[in-house]
């Protein structure tokens, strides 16, 4: 990252509670560079999808900051509830809709999107009849034809035989880098790590180790 660019994520002292009191996130501070791919990892009940979801706007924060580069797209553990149209084709153009673009447009962004993701020749397919996997790229392709700067993604290989979450990651990894996105990825499966620029673990609502992902790999098996 050059020294005068913006992060495309940044969180500064972040804290929020549940209404009965309950902290969640207690000064929390990371930095996600511009064209990065890094992964947040923190056992069950660490705070990694409350994180995501103040991230992307759906839960507002006690106190801290948080800069994100808009547009932000959000991909959750089940595709199933992310996907809203009957066809690959109107799930990826249902998220243009706010933008009033003409067809031609729309047409284009949904097929560069899907072609991102190498998913063009599915464009007419019926929803359910694609695998898990498929779904998530369906998925991630709705945020790239959003033209997202930022992908925030929870889980996504949760529900994923191995093959398929290692194309997903590989998918991820390559967006990132072609189109210089940011993606956050959060995850229990260390073999994921390889394929990002640094993570972030999380214990008890806050950051307590970040960077390499190798190191963080030992940390993490070592205890
Ligand atoms: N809607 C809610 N109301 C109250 N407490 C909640 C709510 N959602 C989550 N929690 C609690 O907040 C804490 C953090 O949850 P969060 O879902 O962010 O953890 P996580 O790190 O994503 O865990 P996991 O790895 O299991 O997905 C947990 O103790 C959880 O039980
Ligand atoms: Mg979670």
Redesign the pocket.
Known sequence: MSLNQQPAIAVRDLCFN???G?S?LSSCSLEVPKGEFWMLL????????????LLAGLLAPKSGQIEIQPPVGFVFQNPDHQLVMPTVGADVAFGLVEEKLPPVSIRQRVDEALDLVNLLPLRGRPIYALSGGQKQRIAIAGAIARRCEVLLL??PTALLDPDSQLDLVRQVRQLVTRQQICALW?T?RLDELDYCDGGFL?ER?RVVAQGEPNRLKQRLTST
Not at 42 to 53: F, H, I, P, Y
């Open positions: 549940w209404p009965d309950t969640v923190g056992t069950n009940g660490s705070g990694k999808s409350t994180l995501l979801r929870d889980e959060v229990h999380l609502g």
